[in-house]
């Protein structure tokens, strides 16, 4: 069965440093997502992605944040300077273009910023 | 604001037992309603979607929508041990982002 595909798993940095998630979509899904989910918090919408521009965002995707699809498998969330307060679980989902937006999350990358 | 409200439990029933689970939604322009399992440090599973007002049902689980009432609800049926998990109700208002409830944790009692 096809999954969405997450990595690195456990991210650990330093408050100020760059870190790139990566995401590997379900194949035949056009549409990507970001979500987050800080520790006994539900989780949140970042931002969606669709023909190779962001098609929304919420408020928290702020100038720190950039998704890219690099090729045609990767999707890419950056976080330009982390703060201590992005230490969270960060989620990728794809759903199909047509259908009712049934979206599949990946494992997840924890992400710890000391 | 959207809000999507869930009771955080925990709820417990017995092996066996029907469990039921509730969440409210503010926003009444809200079109697809979806249910997902999440394990302690997991990620979020998919079981269930609704999109029109009524029943649908998949093996033992059955999701209810009550558009009027802004009502969306999950049963489980001959709840198991392994159903133990924090149900999350996601809501999707016509733009693709889902907005979450805060879940309800099950715990289903061997």
């Known amino acids: 069965e096809p999954e969405v595909t997450q990595t690195p798993s456990h991210q650990v940095t330093q408050m100020g440093q760059e870190v790139i998630l990566r995401c590997v979509p379900i194949?035949?899904?056009?549409?990507f997502y970001w979500y987050r989910q800080i520790l006994g918090q539900k989780v949140e919408f970042l931002v969606s992605f669709y023909n190779n521009e962001i098609s929304e965002k919420s408020e928290i995707f702020d100038d720190q944040f950039s998704v890219e699809r690099p090729d045609g498998s990767n999707f890419t969330l950056k976080i330009r300077s982390t703060k201590l307060e992005d230490s969270a679980m960060y989620f990728c989902?794809?759903?199909?273009?047509?259908?009712?937006?049934?979206?599949?999350f990946g494992p997840g990358t924890r992400l710890t910023v000391l | 604001q959207k809000e999507v409200e869930q009771n955080s439990g925990p709820l417990s029933v017995p092996e066996g037992a029907i469990a039921s689970l509730n969440c409210t939604y503010s926003?009444?322009?809200?079109?697809?309603f979806f249910w997902y399992r999440q394990y302690s440090g997991k990620s979020p599973e998919l079981i269930m979607s609704?999109?029109?007002?009524g029943d649908k049902e998949d093996g033992r689980f059955t999701a209810q929508l009550n558009k009027a009432s802004q009502y969306v609800s999950l049963l489980i049926r001959d709840s198991q041990p392994s159903d133990s998990a924090t149900y999350l109700c996601a809501v999707n208002a016509g733009r693709r982002a889902l907005t979450f409830g805060s879940g309800t944790r099950l715990q289903v009692q061997p």
């Open positions: 926003d009444r322009g809200s079109q697809s």
């Open positions: 194949s035949n899904h056009l549409y």
């Open positions: 609704i999109y029109s007002n």
């Open positions: 989902a794809s759903s199909e273009l047509a259908g009712r937006n049934e979206q599949f």
